[in-house]
């Protein structure tokens, strides 16, 4: 990205926008092949079309989609929506585009009324040599600077010239090594790697014009012309860079180079003219003159909002959003496990991590044993809780059988015999026998999870004077 002019706003509304493109306008003009591109924002739109109204205008495919799917989604718009955004040539763009059609006619009406922007390839200009239908480099750059948004105003922009200036000097000594050659390395790169087993075929009509015909699949056939660096599906001419069928018939010609094919945008010579301006040095604003424009700048006045102050972008509904409580197993980058229990892991990896460290111990399930509520404590000791004596109206649970215990026993010889009815009336009849075992003046009688007894002091209560005991 080569980050050409930046300013802060308070909010994003149309006076600001318009405000921002006039600076940018009286920098750079309006020159021949200028392209703008925007996402989804209504005040932006409103000042490149005051600002700028002669453009070529081109909106973020992926905001456009992501306020898509809020009306619209199925799949064949994820068929034939970005396939049609992608499409160099017309006659693929109005394929997809009947496809959609077709399926949703309310759907493309959508994007006739809300979406009159440029967004696809097949109707870019051949002249600013921009295939981007989404605007991520924006958003490449929001994130370098990311970590220095809490500065001070003045602070901020220092440190955003410093990081350019930092960026510009690097480029410049990069841009001297690579003096020898035409083209840009990388450039090269992807164009030698993308000529390699192309499944084409090439005929000949001149020396410089052919027709190439893809083999097998949709049989697709493009008339290439070496002399004017076109080609009919359009990519050599948006782009500047040759097109797979332009490559298959380049390197079928004996002494023919690649780089004398490609668009002098990726030439060394405009790379380095590019970062061959210096941007000046500067003191730290201790030193600063002192300025006197005949008034004061007061603070922006700010807003409160509830809450904590936003850091993070909020993330459209087409992103992945990370879950954090999750645990990332190193082997298989995947989530929600850990190495001893992968199962798409290699086998030998996990071998290596048992030979390091065990696996894990499953805990057993232990009950802690009653422990007296009395702690010793000295005279001078604090009291973290109140301390209460023992009741000395305790009964003890070695009594004789009372009529109770005679019962439950009958009931036991009864039900010795029966099935599973009789083995829960075994059960209660012995939960019964336990609650009476809790002494009648002990504090936990005084719950309603316990039952109650007419002797019981919670028999006091309204909701326990109801039952018929």
């Not at 350019?164 to 083209?183: D, E, F, H, T």
């Not at 014009?209 to 097998?216: M, N, P, W, Y």
């Not at 954090?324 to 290596?352: F, R, T, V």
Request: proline share 5%.
């Amino acid at each position: 990205m080569y980050p050409l002019c930046f300013e802060i706003f308070d909010s994003e509304t149309n006076e600001n926008w318009i405000w921002f493109m006039q600076l940018l306008r009286q920098a750079i003009g309006s020159p021949r092949g200028l392209a703008i591109s925007t996402d989804a924002g209504q005040a932006v739109m409103t000042g490149v079309n005051e600002v700028f109204p002669k453009v070529e205008h081109m909106e973020c495919m992926f905001h456009l989609v992501s306020n898509f799917k809020k009306k619209y989604h199925g799949k064949v718009f994820d068929d034939h929506l970005w396939v049609a955004a992608y499409s160099w040539n017309k006659y693929i763009f109005e394929k997809n585009w009947v496809a959609m059609e077709t399926a949703k006619p309310a759907a493309t009406t959508y994007l006739r009324k809300w979406h009159t922007r440029l967004w696809t390839r097949s109707q870019f200009s051949t002249i600013c040599k921009v295939d981007y239908v989404t605007n991520n480099l924006a958003e490449c750059f929001n994130k370098w600077i990311k970590h220095h948004k809490s500065l001070n105003l003045d602070d901020l922009m220092d440190k955003l010239r410093q990081m350019i200036m930092i960026m510009w000097n690097r480029r410049r000594k990069v841009a001297k090594k690579l003096a020898s050659l035409l083209i840009l390395p990388h450039i090269m790169k992807k164009l030698n790697a993308k000529s390699r087993e192309l499944n084409l075929e090439v005929v000949e009509s001149s020396e410089e014009v052919a027709e190439v015909t893809q083999l097998g699949g949709n049989g697709f056939r493009f008339v290439v012309n070496l002399h004017d660096n076109t080609c009919s599906c359009r990519q050599w001419q948006v782009s500047g860079l040759p097109c797979k069928h332009a490559l298959a018939f380049i390197t079928s010609l004996v002494n023919a180079h690649i780089q004398n094919y490609v668009d002098s945008y990726y030439s060394i010579d405009k790379f380095r003219a590019a970062y061959g301006q210096l941007i000046p040095a500067m003191c730290d604003k201790t030193q600063w003159p002192e300025s006197n424009h005949g008034f004061f700048m007061h603070p922006p006045l700010l807003k409160v909002v509830a809450g904590r102050p936003q850091t993070e972008r909020h993330k459209g509904c087409g992103e992945k959003k990370r879950k954090s409580s999750q645990h990332l197993y190193p082997i298989c980058k995947e989530y929600g496990h850990h190495w001893h229990k992968c199962k798409k892991g290699n086998k030998d990896d996990i071998a290596a991590f048992m030979a390091v460290r065990e696996p894990p111990k499953k805990r057993r399930k232990t009950t802690k044993t009653s422990e007296s509520s009395i702690v010793p404590r000295g005279d001078d000791a604090p009291t973290a809780a109140m301390y209460f004596p023992p009741s000395q109206n305790l009964e003890t649970t070695t009594k004789k059988k009372g009529k109770h215990n005679q019962t439950l026993e009958t009931t036991n010889k009864k039900n010795a015999k029966g099935g599973k009815r009789a083995t829960r009336k075994m059960e209660l009849a012995k939960k019964d026998q336990n609650n009476l075992m809790v002494p009648f003046d002990s504090p936990a009688m005084g719950t309603r999870s316990k039952r109650a007894y007419p002797t019981s002091p919670a028999m006091g209560t309204r909701s326990k004077r109801r039952l018929s005991l």
